[in-house]
């Protein structure tokens, strides 16, 4: 039985719609009718989830859970948060919830088991999911070796996020590739793009080098979740071969 999805998004508005273009483009269809029906929480009024965590400053949780009993009541069945930092109140998000909510971090650490097996991760995000261990605790408990930018390269990276909500994504190439450079000659294989403004300056950037699309493997189990079927040639269809393996 198919399912309607229901995007609890806003943080922010361009990962959101960025989101909602990876759906259709991975779902596999030739008509309208063949796409899911989908509702979009669209709350970019969500408290700074960054501040949140750091600073203690702001109920996200509250503001969350709020719109994710809205998405609720519309008929959602599968409920998705386009937004990695955000996955730090998704246990109180999930409680007492009727549809099902997707983790966006156990998706990750499935896709560095399924296609990049024993490589190295360059892991990219958000300073607060940094600092807290969100997806580098997942990370090392299944076993994945990873390395994670300098202080310095994750202040810029910071920077970068905010460039792109800012709508100055042309800024960000340069900085965001020597950053890139940095990590693979320290010996990252591919790089997790965990947080959903970096894969907007990766697709602005090209297909340099392999990524792991947070925001695309979102996408792709939200397809699978609601009972469609992925365009599979859509999936990966540009990232580079990896290195070998010395």
């Known amino acids: 039985m198919r399912k309607s999805l229901g995007i609890l998004g806003g943080m922010g508005p361009q990962a959101t719609v960025d989101l909602f ?4 483009d991975l ?3 030739a008509t309208d009718a063949g796409h899911m029906r989908i509702y979009v929480d669209n709350h970019p009024q969500i408290p700074d989830r960054i501040a949140a965590i750091m600073e203690g400053k702001g109920d996200v949780a509250t503001a969350m859970i709020e719109s994710r009993r809205k998405l609720e009541g519309c008929g959602a069945n599968v409920i998705i948060v386009p937004c990695v930092t955000a996955h730090y109140f998704l246990p109180q998000v999930r409680e007492g919830a009727v549809a099902r909510v997707l983790d966006m971090l156990e998706l990750i650490v499935q896709a560095c088991q399924s296609r ?3 490589r190295r991760a360059g892991v ?3 300073t607060a999911t940094a600092k807290s261990g969100l997806v580098t605790d997942r990370l090392a408990a299944a076993g994945i070796d990873f390395i994670s930018p300098s ?6 990276i910071a920077q970068l996020i905010l460039q792109v909500k800012a709508k100055r994504t042309n800024e960000t190439l340069r900085p965001f590739a020597d950053i890139l450079n940095e990590l693979y000659g320290r010996g990252a294989d591919f790089f997790i793009l965990a947080c959903t403004e970096l894969p907007i300056i990766a697709q602005e950037l090209g297909p340099v080098y392999p990524f792991l699309d947070a925001t695309e493997e979102l996408a792709v189990a939200a397809i699978e979740a609601c009972g469609y079927t992925l365009h599979k040639t859509s999936y990966q269809k540009s990232s580079p071969k990896l290195k070998k393996t010395k």
Do not use: D, P, R
């Open 21 to 24: 273009q990876k759906i259709i």
């Open 27 to 29: 779902t596999q269809t």
């Open 116 to 118: 990049y097996a024993g």
């Open 124 to 126: 990219l995000s958000s």
């Open 151 to 156: 202080q310095a390269h994750q202040q810029e």
